[in-house]
């Protein structure tokens, strides 16, 4: 089994910053792709950044500029350091990793998320 657990997750206003933590921890080989996910009241899960195991990264257009993701392969971790929040920020946010197992099982797996709201 594999687990992921994130932190970070708070009220903060407009403007300001936040940083998002995330561990993996359970039967790993190897985590290739990790992952932020956010999904807002009413909508649908979107992506906000990924990261390669060779650290390449992406990110959705919204957060471009001001979210910045990295990983740790050594501690299994990664992060999201989100810079001059908006209240369309708001939501909970997902980590999410590609994981060979150490019983030669690849799968994909979830936090169970952490709120992040942006509310003066």
């Known amino acids: 089994q594999v687990q992921l657990v994130e932190s970070g997750g708070s009220l903060v206003q407009p403007g300001e910053s936040l940083r998002l933590s995330c561990a993996a921890s359970?039967?790993?080989?190897?985590?290739?792709?990790m992952g932020w996910y956010r999904q807002a009241p009413g909508k649908e899960r979107e992506l906000v950044a990924t990261?390669?195991?060779?650290?390449?990264?992406s990110y959705a257009d919204p957060v471009k500029g001001r979210f910045t993701i990295s990983r740790d392969n050594a501690k299994n971790t990664v992060s999201l350091q989100m810079n001059s929040l908006k209240p369309e920020d708001t939501g909970v946010y997902y980590c999410?990793?590609?994981?060979?197992?150490?019983?030669?099982?690849?799968?994909?797996?979830w936090g169970q998320g952490t709120q992040v709201t942006v509310s003066s």
């Open positions: 999410n990793a590609d994981v060979l197992t150490d019983r030669w099982r690849r799968a994909t797996y």
């Open positions: 359970g039967s790993i080989f190897t985590i290739y792709d």
């Open positions: 990261i390669t195991r060779d650290h390449v990264t």
